[in-house]
């Protein structure tokens, strides 16, 4: 039977990579229309592209048996406001074969040498290895870190830094127990390295990055965030995570007085927050925040919270209050009192409350005011057990689906 001329139009669209991917970060609002045309587009293809599992970023590329040969497409899978960061897609593929390293002269075959080269590159491993850093990984643009088909862990040392740059994709790691480093000499490039002061020690620190997509990682027990992004970033995806044994586990938002993070838009979809988590899932400051069929299985003071009048828009989220009964509430709107922070727009729509769980909600309520806090069609928290059945690193292996 011949397709449908609109069917053939509207695949033809999702398998052409985008001519804007490398864009400059848009304003928010002129992101919102095509929020809009994008939803029911992807609800449309989802019947015809979809191998079952209901999750887009995973129906995208997880049906292909031949998924190792088409590393590269998985950048156009992406969703949400990190949508266009296409990473490496468009260089080679380069193999780590060194779990070694050397902050300031990295051998070629080492992770760092790779991440810091002026060129695209996507970025695989030649086969199970864990990688103890020795400061922070200084990433540069259009890099993608895709673990796929192996057993990769970014542990026991500093972890990885995204500054300043943009395009980048960290796909499939393990990362966890991640220190302090600083004080030392760390190259960033072929051309250029510097002196770095104390970091944070976060698994994944975006600072002043852009169109990022984290995904299908493992993350748990860092000395500061899990992930956090700050300093004005945007446009920043943060998907099919499993995130276990911390406590701060993703800021975003860099201080109440830093106005800059206004523009900041990030989606938070598909992810596990599990076993041993206590707070900030996310902390949210000044920006606009899409939390959207995640689920909460633990938490010990809160699920979500922020300061700053962020625009928090919780969609089609599982939430499991623990069995504390003074612990029961999902919010906690930060520093400030009621009079003000009942001005704050955090809305609830269609999440699924278990355990005496309560979300506070705040702001007028108009749909206007989430508009840029609004990335993708939400799916029923009845679907969200399915969708995030997946979430954390996977096992891969070639020749047979994902």
């Known amino acids: 039977m011949a397709m449908p001329l609109s069917l053939l139009s509207l695949l033809s669209l999702l398998l052409i990579p985008s001519l804007i991917s490398s864009s400059p970060v848009p304003n928010p609002d002129s992101v919102i229309q095509e929020v809009h045309r994008s939803i029911n587009a992807s609800r449309r293809s989802l019947g015809f592209l ?98 796929r088909g192996a057993n990769v862990h970014i542990a026991g040392g500093p972890c990885i830094t995204i500054q300043y740059v943009t395009n980048i994709i960290i796909h499939g790691l393990n990362i966890h127990d991640c220190k302090q480093g600083g004080n030392a000499y760390v190259r960033d490039s072929p051309s250029h390295y510097g002196w770095r002061t104390l970091s944070d020690g976060d698994g994944v620190s975006i600072f002043g990055g852009s169109h990022v997509w984290v995904d299908h990682c493992s993350l748990s027990n860092c000395r500061d965030g899990l992930i956090d992004a700050i300093h004005g970033s945007t446009a920043i995806t943060i998907s099919n995570n499993y995130m276990t044994h911390h406590n701060k586990v993703m800021l975003l938002g860099h201080s109440d007085t830093y106005t800059q993070d206004k523009n900041m838009q990030v989606t938070i979809a598909f992810n596990h927050f599990g076993e041993g988590l206590v707070q900030r899932m996310p902390r949210c400051r000044h920006g606009n925040f899409h939390v959207v069929n995640n689920d909460y299985t633990h938490w010990e003071m809160y699920a979500i919270g922020g300061s700053a009048s962020p625009t928090i828009n919780s969609q089609g989220n599982r939430f499991l209050a623990p069995n504390d009964r003074f612990n029961k509430e999902v919010t906690k709107h930060e520093e400030a009192p009621q009079n003000e922070w009942s001005k704050w727009n955090w809305r609830s729509s269609g999440d699924l409350l278990l355990n005496g769980a309560f979300f506070t909600a705040s702001g007028a309520g108009a749909s206007s005011s989430y508009a840029k806090a609004s990335s993708l069609g939400a799916r029923p928290s009845s679907l969200v057990s399915s969708i995030t059945a997946g979430a954390g690193s996977l096992k891969c292996k070639k020749g047979s689906r994902c």
Not at 63 to 90: M, S, T, V, Y
Not at 127 to 146: A, P, R, V, W, Y
Request: proline share 6%.
């Open 50 to 147: 979809s191998c079952g599992s209901g999750n887009p970023i995973d129906d995208c590329w997880r049906c292909d048996p031949k998924w190792e040969q088409n590393r590269q497409r998985l950048a156009d899978c992406a969703i949400g406001f990190g949508k266009h960061a296409i990473g490496g897609r468009d260089g080679k593929i380069y193999v780590v074969t060194d779990a070694g390293d050397h902050p300031v002269n990295p051998k070629p075959g080492t992770l760092r040498y790779a991440v810091i080269q002026d060129e695209p590159l996507w970025i695989i491993f030649k086969g199970d290895m864990t990688i103890t850093l020795k400061e922070e990984l200084m990433m540069n643009s259009f890099k993608t870190i895709d673990g």
